[in-house]
Structure formats: structure tokens, C-alpha cells
């Protein structure tokens, strides 16, 4: 089973994907070489972690276009969960479901979790900036949503 010490790490080629979209289509890895890609793993739509991050990203969302860079948020919830999540919030990048998720545990982020001496298992939340040459440029393990955007644009070459 991945965890977080399975994780691709800087100068690592990223694991492919090829994901549904709530913006319609598929979206895969392979198709953006050429872009700068933040791909960030997220446990749940609609919760306030979630929600700080996204919007955080959202309000970067100029920014990390003059950089000739792509923002995806990945969690395990369904289209219709991200449609209602991203109509919500105004979030204009796409969010892709990775119901089964495979591409979660590719990048190790599918780890068993504890909460009040419950264990499962779920997405642990973490970015992974990917260079236009589809390489890991920088990962974060265990990200804190407030000021995250902020550090990974930083990040940005």
C-alpha cells in the first residue's frame, strides 16, 4: 500500500494520470508537457480546509497563468460533488475525481488516517509542483491551506 514514503520526489518523472474533469473531459498529464502543472491532492470538497485552499488558489489563478502554469485539484469525490463545490466558490481550474483513487496512491498520498481513534483511509493533502518537462520540481508533503498558494507560486520558476 503507498504512503507518504512512496512519494515521487524533486527530479522524479510524475506519475501519468488521465482524469475526469468537472469542467467536462478528461484531463491527462501527458497533454499539459510544455506548462508548468500544480497538481494538489485534496481529502474533501466542501470543507473548510478544502475550501481555504482552493480559494487561495483560485485568487492566485492570474498569477500562476502569467507563468505558464496549470492548477488541478485532485480528491476522491465525484463530478457532481466537485460541479456543486466549484459553482460554490467560483473556482475556474479544474477539479478532477479520482473516485478510485489510483492516481492518489501513485503519488502516495492515499494513507491510513486517524481521527478520535478511528483509523481509514484517505488523502493525505499535498502539491506537487511538475516542470513543463513533466519532472517533479517540488513536493509538499503535509500542507497547512492558509498561505499554501502563496508558497507554491513562490515556487514557480
Known amino acids: 500500500m503507498p504512503d507518504a514514503d512512496t512519494m515521487p520526489k524533486a527530479g522524479d ?17 501527458k497533454d499539459l508537457r510544455g506548462q508548468h ?17 482552493a480559494q487561495e488558489f483560485e485568487a492566485a489563478a492570474a498569477q500562476f497563468a502569467a507563468k ?15 460541479c456543486e463545490f466549484a459553482g460554490k466558490f467560483s473556482l475556474n481550474f479544474q477539479l478532477l475525481s479520482d473516485e478510485d483513487h489510483a492516481v492518489a496512491e501513485r503519488y ?31 513536493v509538499w508533503p503535509k500542507v497547512k491551506p492558509e498561505g499554501h498558494a502563496a508558497d507554491v507560486l513562490q515556487a514557480v520558476p
Not at 502543472?37 to 470538497?45: A, C, I, S
Not at 486517524?114 to 502539491?127: E, F, H, L, P, S
Open 108 to 138: 502516495g498520498v492515499w494513507v491510513e488516517k486517524n481521527m478520535y481513534g478511528k483509523k481509514y483511509m484517505g488523502v493525505q493533502r499535498a502539491t506537487f509542483l511538475i516542470g513543463a518537462d513533466v519532472k517533479i520540481v517540488k
Open 68 to 82: 505558464n502554469t496549470v492548477v488541478l485539484g485532485i480528491s476522491p469525490d465525484d463530478i457532481d460533488s466537485h
Open 37 to 53: 502543472v500544480v497538481l494538489y491532492f485534496y481529502p474533501k470538497d466542501d470543507t473548510p480546509g478544502c475550501t481555504i485552499e
Open 13 to 29: 518523472a510524475a506519475p501519468g494520470f488521465n482524469l475526469p474533469s468537472h469542467q467536462g473531459g478528461t484531463r491527462a498529464l
